[in-house]
């Protein structure tokens, strides 16, 4: 992660003291002067995609170019950008942040105000999402890791600020770097079904289940095979005993089965007064139990349990 996003994931997912950061001494523009970058291409060949606007408004609205000017482009992927939605979507947003120039102070405090705003609305739209903003630099479009998004899956975002056409030159991705994400990854779910920490409630069930679904491309990226993630479960299926595969299978099902809980009014009031994130932080300490009370997810969940270790074996062989 470069300064400049780095910088903006603290001030807008995070929220660091509150903002404050951002509107004292150890502001972006203190952080990130001096280092704007210059335009400078790889040798891989270039590729241009044509993408189309986002125009779902009832998820979120274009923000004015005068109230974000730090930002190059926003982008509106997955489920939400390909109509593939159900229960379980929530919306995964990338904004490029321009590091080819710079700019001053009162601009970044207007892009991350503005920024905040965007992830207000994304909460509101799912309290469960356990993500932010996705943040990448303008210049490394110059010289592209499919690790970070795989390429088809940008081709099928859609543009909710910025040009329509997007042109970035892509490199051979570094496995060095997929195979440990992959295995950390892993890990955590691991770590979660030995806690019973997926049974909390539907905040971390969600977050679970997530988990369980991004293994499939994460896997096929540790083997330099980049796809869109609804393509990488029949690609990885091949690499598992259906016994195996049954962990992934179930959870499918419990996606297919999710239904989205009412969120009471107040949180939405609490997350207005104070930073976004609020409305999520909310919903793990009250958590909805809509989900997790049901029979079917639950014996989906039994499914699931009863299969993991043969998964998770099975995955380890695989990376050897």
């Not at 390909?82 to 990338?94: P, R, V």
């Amino acid at each position: 992660m470069s300064d400049l996003t780095a910088a903006y994931e603290n001030a807008v997912n995070a929220g660091g003291r509150s903002g404050a950061q951002i509107l004292s001494g150890r502001s972006i523009h203190w952080r990130y002067a001096g280092k704007a970058r210059p335009t400078q291409r790889s040798d891989e060949p270039s590729l241009e995609l044509a993408l189309q606007p986002f125009d779902n408004e009832s998820l979120v609205v274009s923000p004015n170019a005068d109230d974000v000017p730090a930002v190059a482009r926003i982008l509106v992927h997955g489920s939400q950008a390909t109509a593939d939605t159900c229960d379980f979507s929530d919306a995964d947003i990338l904004v490029v942040l321009d590091d080819h120039r710079e700019f001053t102070r009162e601009e970044h405090i207007r892009t991350v105000r503005e920024l905040r705003k965007l992830l207000q609305r994304i909460y509101a739209f799912d309290p469960l999402m356990h993500h932010g903003l996705m943040w990448l630099p303008a210049s490394a479009l110059d010289d592209y890791d499919e690790a970070f998004l795989p390429v088809e899956t940008l081709r099928l975002s859609k543009v909710l600020f910025g040009p329509l056409s997007l042109q970035l030159s892509s490199r051979s991705s570094d496995a060095a770097i997929s195979g440990p994400r992959l295995r950390l990854a892993a890990e955590s779910l691991q770590e979660q079904l030995i806690r019973r920490q997926h049974l909390r409630g539907d905040y971390h069930l969600k977050n679970f289940i997530s988990g369980i679904l991004l293994l499939p491309s994460l896997f096929l990226a540790s083997k330099s095979i980049f796809v869109y993630k609804r393509e990488s479960f029949d690609l990885a299926r091949s690499y598992f005993s259906t016994e195996g595969w049954n962990f992934v299978a179930r959870a499918e099902e419990v996606r297919r089965q999710w239904l989205r809980p009412l969120d009471p009014w107040w949180k939405g009031a609490v997350a207005t007064l104070g930073h976004p994130r609020s409305r999520t932080l909310l919903s793990d300490v009250l958590p909805s139990r809509l989900n997790i009370m049901r029979p079917a997810q639950q014996a989906a969940l039994r499914a699931l349990e009863k299969h993991a270790d043969a998964f998770f074996r099975e995955l380890e062989a695989a990376l050897r």
